[in-house]
């Protein structure tokens, strides 16, 4: 059966300021996980139109209210991030809540005007940097991450204690997010997970499933499941659905994947179960009111049966 979870960006709005959309957010998770969906991740945008930007406080407290939903970032922007202190911190919370944290990577860049919010200033000219470069950048960091997640310290010669308390749990689930195929060598090489995003540009996204799955099975000699990340609005009708999305902030920044009626999400996402063999579907609803959201999480439950695959 077909596996739901949900992105969140935290959009703010006119009408819903950013303690108000923190407010729905503790919300509608304990709801969500009530309505059967196997995942909330929480996405991290240093802009000024959210109420987070990174999501690393909420993690934790979020996990505390739930019991079985698992709960990430999707995802930490690495090129500002020290990999160390990333592996200690989410596998510390990953212990804490019994191995139901995921940790999401992402290569984006953020825009010099905005760098001011970070902590790492120095990391400035990353804008201007070629993109071979960059992504050189990007996998050495990966590799890091890698390694210290699993307690390797090799990188680190003068190093003679691990760095990182042992916990004795399981590594984190460690996600590499993309919206396109440039991040696979990664993947394929450090036999991480993939998410797809279909709603930041128009790609191929079933020819990148594809390929990918093919490509990992090859070279590891096993089966990987990646998960496609949609965009979207679910209502009664597809005009309210439609009704819904035109108001949104986004509205003019994002593919949806589809506006529509609990048959036509049911009709599309089926046939992108058959095409790609894909086990889960993360959505990022596009709904301007927690009581728009939570019709929307409601119809899904009830349209992909998310709780009676949790007997």
């Keep these: 059966m077909l596996k739901l979870g949900i992105l969140d960006f935290g959009v703010t709005r006119s009408d819903k300021k950013a303690s108000?959309?923190?407010?729905?957010?503790?919300?509608?998770?304990?709801?969500?996980?009530?309505?059967g969906y196997n995942r909330y991740w929480l996405a991290e945008h240093h802009t000024q139109d959210v109420a987070w930007n990174s999501a690393d406080?909420?993690?934790?407290?979020?996990?505390?209210?739930?019991?079985r939903i698992r709960i990430g970032v999707a995802g930490k922007?690495?090129?500002?991030?020290?990999?160390?202190?990333?592996?200690?911190?989410?596998?510390?919370?990953?212990?804490?809540?019994?191995?139901?944290?995921?940790?999401?990577?992402?290569?984006?860049?953020?825009?010099?005007?905005?760098?001011?919010?970070?902590?790492?200033?120095?990391?400035?000219?990353?804008?201007?940097?070629?993109?071979?470069?960059?992504?050189?950048?990007?996998?050495?960091?990966?590799?890091?991450?890698?390694?210290y997640l699993n307690n390797?310290?090799?990188?680190?010669?003068?190093?003679?204690?691990?760095?990182?308390?042992?916990?004795?749990?399981?590594p984190i689930d460690l996600w590499v997010l993309g919206s396109s195929k440039t991040s696979l060598p990664f993947v394929l090489k450090h036999q991480m997970n993939f998410c797809l995003s279909t709603?930041?540009?128009?790609?191929?996204?079933?020819?990148?499933?594809?390929?990918?799955k093919k490509q990992y099975a090859e070279k590891h000699k096993k089966k990987i499941n990646p998960v496609v990340a949609v965009a979207g609005v679910c209502a009664e009708t597809s005009k309210e659905a439609n009704e819904i999305f035109k108001n949104h902030p986004l509205k003019n920044n994002l593919f949806p994947f589809i506006v529509g009626s609990p048959d036509e999400w049911?009709?599309?996402?089926?046939?992108?179960?058959?095409?790609?063999?894909?086990?889960?579907?993360?959505?990022?609803?596009?709904?301007?009111?927690?009581e728009e959201k939570v019709e929307c999480l409601t119809l899904l439950s009830k349209s992909f049966s998310l709780k009676d695959q949790l007997q």
Excluded at 21 to 33: C, H, K, R, T, Y
């Design 77 to 147: 922007l690495l090129y500002y991030n020290n990999p160390l202190q990333l592996a200690h911190n989410y596998n510390l919370i990953n212990f804490l809540f019994n191995n139901r944290i995921d940790l999401g990577i992402a290569r984006g860049i953020i825009l010099p005007q905005n760098l001011g919010r970070l902590f790492l200033c120095e990391e400035d000219l990353l804008y201007k940097s070629p993109h071979l470069e960059l992504l050189a950048k990007y996998e050495k960091k990966i590799e890091l991450l890698v390694s």
């Design 152 to 170: 390797d310290f090799t990188s680190l010669p003068d190093l003679s204690n691990s760095l990182i308390p042992q916990w004795n749990n399981h």
């Design 20 to 35: 108000g959309v923190l407010s729905d957010l503790f919300e509608i998770v304990p709801i969500a996980e009530s309505l």
């Design 57 to 67: 406080m909420l993690i934790g407290l979020l996990a505390a209210i739930t019991d």
């Design 199 to 212: 709603f930041h540009q128009q790609n191929n996204y079933i020819e990148i499933i594809k390929t990918f």
């Design 266 to 290: 049911k009709e599309k996402l089926f046939a992108l179960e058959k095409e790609i063999e894909v086990e889960e579907v993360v959505i990022l609803d596009m709904c301007n009111s927690i």
